[in-house]
Nanobody, 122 residues
Framework: QVQLVESGGGLVQSGGSLRLSCAAS????????MGWFRQAPGKEREFVAA????????RYADSVKGRFTISGDDAKNTVYLQMNNLKPEDTAVYYC???????????????WGQGTQVTVSS
């Protein structure tokens, strides 16, 4: 089992920044990749960004490229999502997830956090 706990969400004005954190614990040695997803009201959960612990490869959704940065701290088993130039359309519950390899599909990830709300006002 892997436990994931997100933090760092909140309310921010358009153009502002937030940094989300996701701390992993438990049997993390099988979790080669960490991903961030988001879900807005009435919409499906969508991929935001992911990172591979080995080598640090990253992948981003087109909608966040150039604005969001995913990074990881192996020693702390923590992954971060730095979000800059936030827009109202970024408003959603953000979830981190743990999986065996870097991917954009929700089906790849076995373990999920409880989510943290990000609200961007215009």
């Amino acid at each position: 089992q892997v436990q994931l706990v997100e933090s760092g969400g909140g309310l921010v004005q358009s153009g502002g920044s937030l940094r989300l954190s996701c701390a992993a614990s438990g049997r993390t040695f099988n979790s080669r990749a960490m991903g961030w997803f988001r879900q807005a009201p009435g919409k499906e959960r969508e991929f935001v960004a992911a990172i591979n612990w080995s080598g640090g490869s990253t992948r981003y959704a087109d909608s966040v490229k150039g604005r969001f940065t995913i990074s990881g701290d192996d020693a702390k088993n923590t992954v971060y999502l730095q979000m800059n130039n936030l827009k109202p359309e970024d408003t959603a519950v953000y979830y981190c997830a743990s999986g065996p390899y870097l991917a954009a599909s929700t089906e790849t990830y076995k373990y999920w956090g409880q989510g943290t709300q990000v609200t961007v006002s215009s």
